[in-house]
């Protein structure tokens, strides 16, 4: 499971150094792509082929699935870190979350999230906003804390 926020660097040639507590999971392989709320998503390759299943379960006759299938898997790209536990992120998905330099990697269960850190802020702030708002959505949803 991932957890918590980093603050790395995206270097001169499009790499990110993945935080040295996700190196392990990440060895194999991640696949990263357009997330939704302008951040990209970063899965495990394992992840990846699990989210790959439910999607393919999706009704294609539904024009918002198609869409959302041609959003996704379009712009996928797959890594595997070097050995000092660096993934490429391509120009195409930096531009796409509004990544120069400075990234905010989160830890989102089984996904990394990648941000342009003043977006994050931003998303983040709304959440501090109203947290209740967003737990009494949950629960409606059969989520209880």
């Excluded at 040639?13 to 999971?25: C, H, M, S, V, Y």
Aim: charged residues 25%; negative net charge.
């Amino acid at each position: 499971m991932f957890l918590g926020e980093y603050e790395h660097t995206i270097d001169d040639k499009g790499r990110l150094t993945i935080p040295a507590k996700f190196r392990d999971e990440l060895e194999t392989g991640v696949v990263i792509t357009r997330g939704l709320d302008g951040c990209l998503w970063a899965y495990p390759r394992g992840e990846w082929e699990k989210v790959t299943e439910k999607i393919a379960e999706l009704p294609t006759s539904d024009q918002n699935v198609r869409n959302f299938v041609r959003f996704f898997f379009s712009s996928a790209f797959d890594s595997i870190p070097d050995r000092q536990g660096r993934i490429l992120i391509p120009q195409n998905l930096r531009d796409y979350a509004g990544i120069s330099s400075e990234t905010a990697v989160i830890g989102v269960m089984n996904r990394l999230e990648l941000w342009n850190p003043t977006k994050w802020a931003d998303v983040f702030a709304k959440v501090e906003e109203n947290p209740e708002a967003i737990v009494s959505q949950l629960q409606d949803l059969g989520v209880n804390f």
